[in-house]
């Protein structure tokens, strides 16, 4: 078996938890305080929408990365 | 499905000063895109009214508002000043970012496939020149004020170097995020597009249609998120750099 195909499946496998864990604390604490001070949500949904940016970003990059990977195999 | 190329002139390769390679097809789709974004704009700006406003006319104005709305937020009063620049900026990598699924021909020439049409945002140069660009603009706005924008530098001393490694993320966040949704949404789609010709005709169809069909629909809807948190964290990094009152 190909060790880039191993390789590929790591990064996304590994991309995913993360960010998937980090998503859900961040969206969580969003209805949080969404249920607290509903007034405020618009304010919070883009605070919200640059941390799931941030967050989005590493995996993203990392799974592009690895299709790079593989149109390189 | 081997190598997808693009028409690239080659600049000074004989290792001078200028040794770059130019992604022609990458320039080409920019300028399309430029071109798309001109005549939506110009065709909402046509007939403009106030009693009777047009669907296109209401859209913008809409869209305008809500800009206007967060760049306040991001930045106090001097925000009426980057209204267009983020108008701009999510309309055109909205349109950016749709060209690619709408549609992605590759034409296979010789040796390799050539890709003569997609998101010029899916190509790394243009991400992240724009992501360079933006971090830029936001360093001359800070140095209008050279004052205030020296000394945030190094109140305190030792927290220089972390603000010099602070500009690193921002290049990532903007840039590369952009690239690496984009990117990774062509690839996706080329290869459930491209199941038919691997696994047979009626297989391919079979497993790849509802896939297909989804993916692309998920693809619009992340063009249309990216393009916002791009403008979003233009009109924050922006933000950073002019003074305001509640100074942290």
Not at chain 2, 94 to 114: C, H, R, S
Request: proline residues 4%; charged residues 10%; aromatic residues 10%.
């Amino acid at each position: 078996m190909n060790l880039t195909v191993l390789a590929m499946g790591l990064m996304f496998g590994l991309g995913a938890i993360g960010s998937g864990i980090g998503i859900g604390i961040m969206y969580s604490r969003y209805l949080e305080g969404i249920a607290r001070q509903p007034e405020a949500q618009g304010r919070l949904s883009t605070q919200m929408f640059v941390g799931l940016g941030l967050v989005d970003a590493l995996p993203i990059i990392v799974v592009a990365m690895a299709f790079i990977l593989f149109g390189q195999r | 499905m081997g190598e997808v190329q693009h028409i690239i002139l080659r600049v000074g390769q004989g290792g001078g000063l200028v040794n770059m390679n130019i992604d022609l097809t990458a320039l080409a789709m920019t300028l399309v895109a430029c071109v798309i974004t001109a005549w939506i704009c110009l065709a909402a700006a046509r007939n403009i009214s106030v009693r009777k406003p047009s669907g296109m006319q209401s859209v913008l104005e809409l869209m305008t508002g809500f800009f206007r709305g967060i760049a306040r937020d991001a930045m106090g009063d001097k925000a009426d000043t980057y209204v267009p620049l983020a108008l701009t900026l999510f309309i055109w990598i909205f349109v950016a970012n749709q060209m690619g699924v709408l549609a992605n021909f590759m034409v296979k020439q010789g040796e390799g496939t050539y890709n003569y049409w997609f998101s010029p945002t899916a190509t790394l140069s243009v991400s992240l020149g724009m992501g360079i660009a933006i971090v830029l603009l936001s360093h001359l706005i800070g140095l209008t004020r050279p004052g205030q924008y020296f000394k945030h530098w190094v109140t305190p001393l030792w927290m220089f170097p972390i603000h010099l490694f602070d500009e690193i993320p921002k290049l990532l966040t903007l840039g590369m995020r952009l690239w690496g949704n984009i990117f990774a949404g062509e690839v996706l789609i080329d290869l459930l597009a491209q199941l038919p010709h691997s696994l047979g005709i009626g297989t391919g169809i079979a497993t790849g249609i509802i896939p297909f069909f989804l993916w692309n629909a998920y693809s619009l809807f992340v063009g249309t998120v990216q393009a916002f948190i791009f403008t979003l964290l233009t009109l924050i990094y922006i933000g950073q750099k002019i003074p305001q009152e509640h100074h942290h």
